[in-house]
């Protein structure tokens, strides 16, 4: 399972999501946002990380920054991987890899209900609710149900919206992603990041996709 903690700005947290094994660490840059990280808050978390686990992605995600200039913003602070939130198209995805090869897109499927992953030219595909970045939960029963959905989603994509320590092992379960991606669910307050839910919310979701051996143990 992989698992990406995203909206961080403070360099303790990264590091600790990295110790406690997190594959990503996120970092959001955007003015309109709680969670807007400046250049210097960004290199300290990418540099906080790697510290620890140097093979953690560093992901810079934005909605409102055209690809090029993002994938470039990308590649200056030291990113490996742009996530880009909103209406971004195909031309926009293959502009970006020119200078970043590592794009994902972010979306949701109350907006694209017939998306299939790659489609754009995207790496992989991220599934938050119909306000993506919101943090609201939204309804993951097709998602787990529709054979013909999880067909052109595939098996890499990420789960985005209203996860948090609670309930994060349900929705692995009910709709098998990938991994899953968290960012209001780990805070204390907006843009307020707290170390004991981080925790609590990777050991649940490794908890949640361990395997289970013969007899039901895991």
Not at 53 to 68: F, H, K, M, S, Y
Not at 70 to 92: C, R
Not at 100 to 110: G, I, Y
Not at 197 to 212: D, N, Q, W
Request: charged share 25%; net charge negative; hydrophobic share 45%.
């Amino acid at each position: 399972m992989y698992v990406k903690i995203c909206g961080l700005r403070d360099p303790a947290h990264a590091a600790l999501a990295a110790d406690l094994g997190a594959n990503a660490v996120g970092v959001v840059m955007s003015l309109r946002s709680s969670r807007h990280a400046t250049a210097d808050e960004a290199r300290a978390v990418i540099s906080a990380a790697r510290a620890v686990r140097p093979d953690v992605d560093a992901v810079l995600v934005v909605n409102t920054i055209g690809a090029e200039e993002a994938a470039a913003l990308a590649h200056e602070l030291g990113f490996d991987v742009l996530q880009l939130h909103g209406n971004y198209a195909a031309e926009d995805v293959a502009a970006a890899r020119a200078s970043l090869p590592r794009v994902w897109r972010a979306t949701s499927l109350a907006h694209f209900p017939e998306l299939r992953a790659g489609e754009l030219g995207e790496e992989r595909l991220l599934l938050d609710g119909a306000v993506p970045g919101s943090g609201a939960t939204w309804d993951l029963t097709p998602l787990g149900a529709d054979a013909e959905l999880r067909a052109r989603i595939g098996n890499e994509w990420l789960l985005a919206g209203g996860l948090d320590p609670e309930n994060v092992a349900q929705a692995i379960t009910l709709a098998r992603p990938g991994g899953v991606d968290v960012s209001s669910g780990v805070e204390r307050s907006p843009g307020q990041k707290d170390p004991d839910l981080i925790s609590k919310f990777i050991g649940a979701a490794r908890a949640a996709s361990a395997p289970v051996e013969e007899g039901g143990r895991e």
